[in-house]
């Protein structure tokens, strides 16, 4: 969070200059890539287990019908 962002909130009562709209933009889009980075990193982790859950599951069958 910038210093900009800490002296303005979107409820206050003057209006914000182009700086504190331009920093306050550029703080939602950092917030906004570090959130997608973290759904990004949990979707890859899912389907891992979910590759490994299959892959497990598939040996058991093939055992199951060859043994």
Do not use: C, F, W
């Amino acid at each position: 969070m910038t210093e900009i962002h800490k002296k303005y909130r979107l409820t206050s009562t003057e209006e914000p200059t182009d700086e504190m709209l331009q920093a306050l933009m550029e703080d939602v889009a950092e917030a906004a890539r570090e959130s997608n980075a973290r759904a990004e990193a949990k979707k890859q982790r899912m389907l891992q287990d979910a590759a490994h859950t299959i892959a497990i599951r598939r040996a058991q069958r093939k055992a199951t019908i060859h043994g």
